[in-house]
């Protein structure tokens, strides 16, 4: 059983559309990120987020920490079909384990 | 910054064969992690090393599994008796203390290991 509920699993827009990924949890996390898979590769870190209710942007991409620190949103805006991929996002719930979501795929066509 | 480097990128073993996997961290880093992913999954932790030390290992690594980190460098992962169930990409990490309380890992380009 995954710790962080990413929904939705799969999600497939046209380009120029904007789109939003959600994390959820029962548990409180000391921070929280943001990473994107593609096949075959490694997660790339993406964003680290701390404070409860932070916001943070990184060019079309808005990640949101909430208030009680247990869930997350990626929102991207006009996506391109360059942010095709595995968006996972991981929770840090002690000193030293992440613990992941089971991420969600996201396809843009052109 | 050269990156977390895994070797071999691929392997494939019959059941029953031992495979042994290498993890080469980003030198600045005093954490490795390996963490393992199956098809549709997020990435599981499986152990970590602070410096040289082993300091926790998750239920999933079985006593098959083994990891070495020999002098706080580099870091092997020992598979032995493999069993089909052990077919996933198995990751390795490494990270370091940013600000504000927060870590920056690094992961490497992960191996995929195919029992047969």
Redesign the interface.
Known sequence: TQLLEQSPQFLSIQEGENLTVYCNSSSVFSSLQWYRQEPGEGPVLLVTVVTGGEVKKLKRLTFQFGDARKDSSLHITAAQPGDTGLYLCAGQTNDYKLSFGAGTTVTVRA | DTG?S?NPRHKITKRGQNVTFRCDPISEHN?L?WYRQTL??????LT?FQNEAQ??KSRLLSDRFSAERPKGSFSTLEIQRTEQGDSAMY?C?SSRL?S???????????T?LTVV
């Open positions: 977390v895994q954490r992690y549709g999954q997020g990435p599981e932790f970590y300091l926790e990751l990490a940013l504000r309380g927060r870590r920056g890992y690094t992961f490497g380009s992960g995929r």
